[in-house]
């Protein structure tokens, strides 16, 4: 896989150098620790950090910390409930609806703060490698966030409707004990989308990929050109891609459930 590390350095003759090979910080158990895994792992703790301090001690009146997220979290609850049209339902997917969209808008957020790819040290051939970088510009990551939705998707459908109701929508055998045009284009369809099923993990990784990547390249690039001017916007612009691309991602996992439990005709 591949991540944007080092997006872009002073080359020795001032250019722009742009680097898609993963940075290699160290090891850990002989597994190679990367600058946008460790970016991952300080999101999480700063999260539950977060999630602690917000729910530590909830009060019957509420303060603004705690009215702010129950008002977040309420809301983002009642339209799960209402997509999906059954409560036992929304409370069965919702943490993992809204553990997708958190952890994406943190590691979003947390890699836009600035420094995050300053801090770091050079290696043996004088390469500046940061210890923390945007972890959304990492393929191994986004790929990860697709799995976690594909798989709960897949088994909502499967726990909704039944195994073999839910496979009926992709493989139709039909038309081998009755062939005929209607049953033919069934099977044809059935292929289809199972085709565009197991699409959605190239599609789910690499939107969110390809618009963190192009967001980092473009604050690298403005900040190299004019960089006490333009980066201001394109940095606020970014502050708002974060959060909808979260808000994309974890959106498009609550409609594919829905249709997952839709009973095939």
Same mark, same amino acid.
């Given at each position: 896989m591949f991540s944007l590390i080092n997006t872009a350095h002073a080359a020795s003759e001032g250019g722009i150098a742009v680097h898609l090979a993963?940075?290699?910080?160290?090891?850990? *158990?002989?597994? #190679?620790?990367?600058?946008?895994? /460790?970016?991952?792992?300080?999101?999480?703790?700063?999260?539950?950090?977060?999630?602690?301090?917000?729910g530590k001690n909830p009060q019957m009146i509420p303060g603004k910390l705690q009215n702010f997220f129950e008002i977040v979290i309420g809301g983002a609850y009642d339209y799960v409930k209402d997509v999906l049209e059954d409560k036992k339902v929304a409370d069965k997917y919702f943490p993992v609806i809204m553990t997708i969209f958190? *952890?994406?808008? #943190?590691?979003?957020?947390?890699? /836009?703060i600035p420094g995050v790819a300053s801090v770091g040290f050079y290696d043996a051939e004088h390469h500046f490698v940061p210890l923390l970088y945007p972890a959304a510009t990492d393929l191994n990551v986004t790929i990860g966030f697709a799995i976690v939705a594909f798989f709960t998707i897949e088994l909502a459908g499967v726990l909704g409707i039944g195994l073999w109701k839910y496979a009926g929508k992709f493989i139709n055998l039909r038309f081998l004990r009755k062939p005929n045009f209607d049953n033919i284009l069934a099977f044809i369809i059935g292929l289809i989308e199972l085709i565009s099923e197991l699409a959605r993990l190239v599609s789910f990784s690499f939107r969110l990929f390809g618009n963190i990547f192009a967001g980092k390249t473009l604050l690298v690039v403005a900040m190299f050109f004019i960089p006490y001017v333009i980066p201001i916007p394109i940095y606020a612009y970014e502050l708002f891609v974060g959060v909808i691309q979260a808000t994309v991602f974890a959106i498009l996992t609550l409609f594919f459930i829905k249709l997952a439990l839709e009973e095939p005709h």
């Open positions: 993963p940075t290699v910080i160290g090891e850990f *158990f002989g597994v #190679g620790v990367t600058s946008t895994m /460790l970016t991952v792992w300080v999101s999480m703790v700063l999260i539950a950090l977060l999630a602690y301090v917000a958190i *952890f994406i808008l #943190g590691i979003n957020w947390i890699g /836009l």
